[in-house]
């Protein structure tokens, strides 16, 4: 899941610099909160996943 992550990340940027090197206003701020909030949306799930079969201490 990790490596699928990363893989659109560097596209998502890629696409982005390529974007921004035909634009003047540089990267799309759009695409790239995009990106960061599916990657703290992954991270949530990961630490709602890994911490749903625990007991409180």
């Known amino acids: 899941m990790l490596p699928m992550l990363l ?12 974007t921004a090197a035909h634009e003047e206003g540089g990267a799309n701020p759009w695409l790239i909160g995009a990106v960061v909030f599916v990657f703290l949306m992954v991270l949530l799930i990961g630490v709602v996943a890994f911490g749903g079969g625990r007991d409180h201490s």
């Open 7 to 18: 893989n659109a990340i560097a596209q998502a940027a890629e696409t982005a610099t390529e």
